[in-house]
């Protein structure tokens, strides 16, 4: 059963780091980039990541180095983007069971101050980027555009959850582009199978808020397939992993990438199956589950180099 609106629930985990640790007029801006909520930035990174052990082959020294710059991009870039979203959607938001006490609609931050946070994070990001070669910085501006409107488009559309994963898949091309300075089919077919996966677990993760979102009349992929959520999300899953099987055959890569992509296949399996769409504790939990696809798809880009 869906928790009563006063229940409080919310997604916030009062025992993480960033809310013990750091001074008390530090919390909310830590919690603007969402410091407390890390599985955002592992789904984030996890794209980079991928087309960066694609683009570096056995050069594993090389590879951890890059691993470690795009953790940090991630990092920045995601708590910029979420400070961004919380900004254009502090009214929406304090209509929200879930997200009424985030910083600008609790009142904890002022909008100056969060612009101001917003810029200095994503200053951050571009002197990151700007270490890069030309074309992967012009692949990494190529995604602002894409990053701006996010926010706004679940009061167009019932698809956001789409230009989400246009977003938070972009790392698939830049990583690729950083190491080589090209692109290639695999990371292509990675890039748009990532985009798959994002319907999936943003779906997973939008069940928790489609009663308020219905009352306040914004669009997600949860509201628009209530009524055959697990039918939608095999369609989604199916998709990215034969996307990413695609990957594996352009780049090409050996039979254990095939092996390991058939365990992200029955994780996703686990996750529709077992799936409670009404319960908002399952639905984190499943949403948050994703990140073992993420670590699957790395050890399965590593391990089909030897194939």
Excluded at 22 to 35: C, D, I, K
């Amino acid at each position: 059963m869906t928790a009563d609106r006063t229940t409080g629930f919310t997604d916030i985990d009062h025992q993480h780091w960033s809310l013990r640790y750091l001074p008390a007029w530090a919390r909310p801006f830590g919690r603007l980039a969402r410091w407390d909520r890390p599985i955002g930035i592992w789904l984030l990174v996890f794209p980079c990541w991928w087309s960066l052990a694609l683009a570096s082959g056995r050069d594993w020294t090389h590879l951890l180095g890059w691993m470690v710059v795009f953790a940090l991009g991630a990092i920045a870039m995601r708590g910029a983007g979420c400070t961004w979203n919380d900004i254009l959607d502090r009214n929406i938001d304090a209509d929200v069971e879930r997200t009424r006490s985030r910083p600008l609609p609790s009142g904890e931050v002022r909008l100056r101050a969060a612009v101001i946070w917003m810029g200095l994070q994503a200053l951050v990001g571009a002197v990151i980027l700007f270490k890069f070669n030309k074309f992967a910085v012009a692949v990494g501006f190529a995604s602002l555009a894409v990053v701006a409107v996010y926010p706004l488009m679940k009061r167009i559309t019932s698809w956001p959850q789409v230009v989400l994963g246009f977003a938070f898949n972009w790392g698939a091309l830049l990583g690729f582009a950083a190491v080589t300075g090209t692109l290639s089919w695999a990371t292509v077919a990675l890039y748009f199978g990532g985009v798959a996966w994002t319907l999936v677990y943003d779906t997973i993760y939008a069940m928790q808020d489609q009663r308020d979102d219905a009352i306040v009349g914004v669009g997600s992929t949860a509201r628009r397939f209530a009524e055959a959520p697990r039918l939608w999300l095999s369609i989604f899953a199916t998709t990215a992993a034969a996307l990413w099987m695609a990957a594996g055959l352009l780049a090409p890569l050996g039979l254990p990438y095939f092996v390991v992509l058939a365990g992200v296949a029955l994780h996703f399996g686990w996750q529709i199956l077992d799936l409670k769409p009404q319960n908002q504790a399952d639905c984190l939990a499943k949403f948050k589950a994703n990140a073992q696809v993420g670590w699957l798809m790395l050890a399965a880009i590593v391990v089909g180099q030897f194939g």
